[in-house]
């Protein structure tokens, strides 16, 4: 039973470029969230997905934006990327209707702006 | 809004001793679920215990239990018999359940993590 991945492990960009990130959910999962773990700190919450939509968001600029699949695979795309934005990105699912089940993890993705 | 602190960023223990992770937290909600994850230098955050806020009992699996204080908003993990397996960043978590908030699952919100290391 595959768990959460993520692809690539390990990413180096520019400012003002573009990237796009990707998740596949655990078996059985159809939501998924992302999350942004700067160094030193605790993860902090992007966004989530079900059914193909958005339906929460936490407190990121528009240039934050994603896309959900109907295999329920993720994207997180980030564009204008600043030095700011370099972080782990930790994709996270679950089942919608099971609020009380606890969020399954990636390894993340390791962004670099230089 | 809800919001998770770990005041102890570091803390060491010798192999085979028991720790004490502290974990307050601040909501206005009655009902909701509190976790603790590891996040070991593989980057993986693994799930290590979870408590419903509506049971009074508190939560063990294995070597791992919690003291839930619901009063005090306090929610600290016990590691016994600690091996040096269990060297990694413990984050605190917290989520409401989806017919609280209206959505059918809440967002997890962290703490900032206590780094910890099991010295040989």
């Known amino acids: 039973d595959a768990g959460v991945t993520q692809s690539p492990t390990h990413l180096i960009k520019t400012r003002g470029q573009q990237v796009t990130l990707r998740c596949s959910p655990k078996?059985?999962?159809?939501?998924v969230s992302w999350y942004q773990q700067a160094l030193g700190q605790g993860p902090q919450f992007i966004f989530q997905y079900y059914e193909e939509e958005e339906r929460q968001r936490g407190n990121f600029p528009d240039r934050f934006s994603g896309h959900q699949f109907p295999n329920y695979s993720s994207e997180l795309n980030v564009n204008a990327l600043l030095l700011g934005d370099s972080a782990l990105y930790l994709c996270?699912?679950?089942?919608?209707?099971?609020?009380?089940?606890?969020?399954?993890f990636g390894d993340g993705t390791r962004l670099s702006i230089l | 809004a809800q919001t998770v602190t770990q005041s102890q960023p570091e803390m060491s223990v010798q192999e085979a001793e028991t720790v004490t992770l502290s974990c307050t937290y601040d909501t206005s909600e009655n009902n909701y679920y509190l976790f603790w994850y590891k996040q070991p230098p593989s980057r993986q955050m693994i799930l290590v215990i979870r408590?419903?806020?509506?049971?009074?009992q508190n939560a063990t699996e294995n070597r791992f239990s919690v003291n839930f204080q619901k009063a005090a908003k306090s929610f600290s993990l016990k590691i016994s018999d600690s091996q040096l397996g269990d060297t990694a960043m413990y984050f605190c978590a917290f989520i409401l359940p989806g017919r609280v908030s209206n959505f059918g699952n809440e967002k997890l919100t962290f703490g900032t993590g206590t780094r910890l290391t099991i010295i040989p």
């Open positions: 996270a699912s679950s089942r919608w209707y099971i609020s009380n089940q606890p969020q399954h």
């Open positions: 408590q419903e806020a509506y049971k009074q």
């Open positions: 078996s059985g999962h159809d939501t």
